[in-house]
Nanobody, 121 residues
Framework: QVQLVESGGGLVQAGGSLRLSCAASGLTFGSYAMGWYRQAPGKQRELVAAITSGGSTNYADSVKGRFTISRDNAKNTLFLQMNSLKPEETAIYYC???????????????WGQGTQVTVSS
């Protein structure tokens, strides 16, 4: 019933930009905190950015100043604008919903399938 569907991934050259989208359905989107995670080959899953139901945001130190998380509650959609991309940011990017604290992995209860982002050098 609950679905989170990511889109917008693809291949981009280093220094380029991508905007990821996450379309949510089957849940009261505006009541959930949301986050973007990524997992690169050989690395653990990392919280990239999170946003509360009220619009407060938090970012991994590595992406501050380059990435922007936002949401459109009227359209049940989450976004991640990624600028100045680096090859080491090649990963599968996942959209997820948290009922409570979006900075804690165990609090996420719904996950998308992920979208591949590849940054070439």
């Amino acid at each position: 019933q609950v679905q989170l569907v990511e889109s917008g991934g693809g291949l981009v050259q280093a220094g380029g930009s991508l905007r990821l989208s996450c379309a949510a359905s089957g849940l009261t989107f505006g009541s959930y905190a949301m986050g973007w995670y990524r997992q690169a080959p050989g690395k653990q899953r990392e919280l990239v950015a999170a946003i509360t139901s009220g619009g407060s945001t938090n970012y991994a130190d590595s992406v501050k100043g380059r990435f922007t998380i936002s949401r459109d509650n009227a359209k049940n959609t989450l976004f991640l604008q990624m600028n100045s991309l680096k090859p080491e940011e090649t990963a599968i990017y996942y959209c997820a919903a948290s009922r409570t604290n979006p900075c804690v992995l165990s609090e996420y209860v719904y996950w998308g399938q992920g979208t591949q982002v590849t940054v070439s050098s």
